[in-house]
């Protein structure tokens, strides 16, 4: 038997060494595609177990979709205005809660804002003639609690002076009335007058008891009534004197992003706020002074006292008018006759159409008007939450509510356009000839100073 050459073995086994690496080789590249196909968190299949592909003709079955992707748009966005519209919801019932707890403080506080915005034109008066700035604020505010306590006394006074007087005229009015509706094309007989007394009575005797309870609790509601005056006058007291200092304290509260928007609203919320007041002031004033002058014409008792009651009721818009003109009406009829009170309710409203349509347009101006569902709306919430206080300062604070979130939204545009990136070329020519006037930048030094 011939030998092989060693040269042929050689060959041999460099031949059989590159046949396993080219399986290797294989073997690699097959593993590295079937990684590659794989879906990411799957692991990987060896080279002998993979699953063949489906065939052609097999349906095409897709992958299912991320479940936020496959909530509808729409849903998804009701959603997340609903969580949000929870959570304000939830605060706006804890601070509502939170005021209903320190009422008291909320309302005389509020009160301290209305009189100072009344009063701070004459401090800043006589500041700007060398008073000191607590001599200007002792006399405007000794002078403007004066006024208002012998407003009170007046009304009380008057009251007490004709109430025999106004009780004979009452029962001789309501013998009158009684004799008219017998007479009258209503057909109202004896019987029905007499069961309405007998009800009446029955009524008050059946809540005695309730009345009783009612002038018990009164001691506290006196009570409750001097503490309010007392924090009302201390704190325009202070508010008078050094307004413009508290206001910088309150700032600093503002975190610093929100702070330039918020000083710039500030001087502006006090704008409307003293524009209301002095108009609603003059206002009432004007309707007192009228209404009154018709009732004491028609010789309507009490026409001074009534008056008074006209301009404290004016300060509550639109419901004010409407008790206040009815209270007069009411003793009209029952004091005069019928006659009378169809002259008085004509002078009421004729009065009451001249404030709305001429008066307030003018004295108010645009920048306090509010819509009158607004007004209605807002005075019934106030009166639901706090009473009559809550109804004098629900129109107040809405107008107050509304300069501010205009201006805040002016302020967020104006930023926006300012920071935005610049255009170039002819696009910034462009924008240059189309873009508005920018609004001057708020000053952070707050409203301006109550003194002056």
């Known amino acids: 038997m011939s030998r092989v050459p060693a040269w042929l073995g050689r060959v041999g086994a460099r031949l059989t060494e590159v046949s396993e690496r080219l399986d290797e080789r294989r073997a690699a590249v097959e593993r590295e595609r079937a990684e590659t196909d794989a879906e990411p968190g799957t692991p990987s299949v060896p080279p002998g177990e993979r699953v063949p592909p489906p065939p052609d003709y097999a349906p095409a079955v897709s992958a299912r979709p991320d479940p936020a992707q496959a909530v509808p748009w729409g849903v998804r966005v009701a959603a997340e205005a609903g969580w949000r519209l929870l959570v ?34 004459t401090v800043g008066r006589l500041r700007r003639h060398g008073v000191p700035r607590g001599l200007a604020t002792a006399l405007t505010a000794i002078l403007g609690f004066v006024v208002i306590g012998l407003m009170g006394w007046f009304v009380t006074w ?36 007499n069961d309405i007394a007998s009800n009446l009575r029955e009524a008050v005797g059946a809540n005695t008891d309730q009345i009783t309870s009612a002038g018990l609790e009164g001691v506290t509601v006196v009570v409750e009534a001097l503490t309010g005056i007392l924090l009302t006058i201390f704190s325009t007291l202070f508010l008078l004197y050094d307004g413009r200092r508290i206001w910088e304290w309150t700032l600093r509260l503002v975190p610093a992003a929100a702070r330039p928007g918020v000083a710039g609203a500030g001087p502006r919320a006090w704008r409307t706020l003293t524009a209301y007041v002095r108009g609603t002031v003059i206002v009432a004033l004007i309707d007192a002074i009228f209404i009154g002058l018709g009732i004491y014409f028609l010789d309507v008792p009490m026409a001074v006292p009534l008056a008074v009651f006209i301009f404290l009721f004016a300060f509550v818009p639109l419901v004010g008018a409407v008790v206040s003109g009815a209270l007069a009406v009411l003793v009209a009829l029952v004091t005069q006759g019928v006659f009378t009170a169809v002259m008085t309710l004509v002078v009421v409203l004729a009065v009451q159409q001249i404030e709305g349509h001429i008066l307030q347009p003018f004295i108010l101006g645009r920048a306090v008007r509010v819509h009158p569902l607004a007004v209605v709306l807002s005075v019934a919430a106030g009166g639901m939450v706090a009473g009559i206080g809550g109804a004098v300062v629900a129109v107040p604070l809405v107008a107050v509510t509304n300069t501010v979130a205009g201006y805040l939204r002016a302020y967020s545009h104006e930023m926006s356009v300012r920071h935005a990136p610049k255009p170039r070329g002819a696009t910034a020519s462009d924008a240059a000839a189309k873009a508005p006037e920018a609004a001057p930048e708020p000053s952070p030094a707050g409203p301006p100073d109550p003194v002056g």
């Open 88 to 121: 304000l919801a939830g605060t706006v019932w804890v601070l509502m809660r939170v005021i209903s707890a320190v009422q008291l403080v909320v309302l005389a506080f509020v009160a301290a804002l209305l009189i100072t915005a009344l009063l701070q034109p």
């Open 158 to 193: 008057q009251v007490m002076e004709n109430v025999d007087d106004l009780s004979d005229q009452i029962q001789d009015g309501i013998e009158e009335l009684r004799r008219w509706l017998l007479n009258s094309p209503f057909h109202v007989t004896d019987k029905q007058i």
